[in-house]
């Protein structure tokens, strides 16, 4: 075997984990200002991390794409936003839910009586 060459013995990729993150991009922002609203744990789910994943490559390859793709992204990432607000907890009190819930609590009552 022979002796390794200079080429050999060069790093041949950077140490990913080394890298700092970039700045986010507009649409990446604007994604992570809309999961402020939610939980840390939805925060650092799937569905949040696919929206986040999905604005990053919009900002950095948008005019790249054709505008049938930009399309297909932003609508994925409003459905993203969309079914991570549908699954979190409500806060509020006297909001719909809350009214429906007791709405059913009464007939429940009034079935009993």
């Known amino acids: 075997m022979s002796e390794p060459t200079e080429l050999d013995l060069l ?10 993150d970039p700045e986010p991009g507009d649409i990446e922002a604007g994604v992570l200002l809309d999961l402020e609203a939610f939980p840390e744990k939805m925060r650092e789910g799937a569905i949040a991390r696919t929206a986040l994943l999905l604005a990053r490559q919009l900002d950095t390859s948008a ?3 054709s505008p049938r ?3 297909a992204y932003v609508q994925r990432i409003g459905v993203a936003v969309t079914q991570l607000r549908e699954m979190s907890p409500g806060e509020a ?19 009993v009586e």
């Open 93 to 111: 009190k006297g909001d719909a839910t809350d009214a429906g819930r007791e709405a059913r609590e009464t007939r429940m009552l009034r079935a």
């Open 11 to 20: 790093d041949p990729a950077p140490d990913p984990e080394a890298a700092p």
């Open 69 to 71: 793709d930009v399309a």
């Open 63 to 65: 005019e790249a794409m």
